[in-house]
């Protein structure tokens, strides 16, 4: 695949993310993510930070992407999310995703992002869901 089809993948998986549907078709089957204060991810420990996320919001995320570069096989996305949470707090959040190919799929995520705001008002919904 080419920078174009790389640019598309990233921009589509980026924003299907942010309505809360992860197309995991165009993840690599190894696939590692990673998070600020949290590390590398597995494929199945990515879904499973992702479906946590998802029930801490109240109300669907809207991605707005501000940026994209793109060379060869790799696809940088500059964006940010807002949601209002379960709990009425608002989540209002920048993100940078870099992201690496192999053969049209994404085979490594790097998601940059305020991990401060992230843990202040998602991480103590998410730790109280787990206690019960």
């Known amino acids: ?7 598309a993948t990233a921009l589509r998986f980026v924003e299907r993310m942010g309505e ?13 993510w990673w ?3 949290t590390g590398l991810l ?4 990515f879904v499973g930070m992702m ?7 109240a109300t669907p995320v809207q991605m707005t992407i501000d940026g994209v570069t793109a060379e060869n096989d790799r696809v940088a996305i500059e964006a940010h999310a807002e949601a209002e949470l ?13 992201f690496e190919f ?14 401060k705001h992230a ?8 730790n109280a869901a787990a206690e019960v």
């Open 86 to 98: 379960i709990n009425g707090a608002s989540y209002r959040n920048t993100y940078h995703f870099l």
């Open 51 to 57: 479906g946590a996320f998802r029930s801490a919001c």
């Open 1 to 7: 695949m080419g920078t174009d089809e790389n640019r």
């Open 119 to 126: 843990a202040d008002t998602v991480v103590p919904l998410i």
């Open 102 to 115: 192999r053969e049209g799929r994404i085979r490594l995520a790097k998601e940059y992002n305020d991990s």
């Open 20 to 32: 809360g549907v992860l197309e995991e078709d165009l993840l690599a089957p190894d696939v590692q």
């Open 42 to 45: 597995t494929k199945a420990e």
């Open 35 to 37: 998070v600020p204060g």
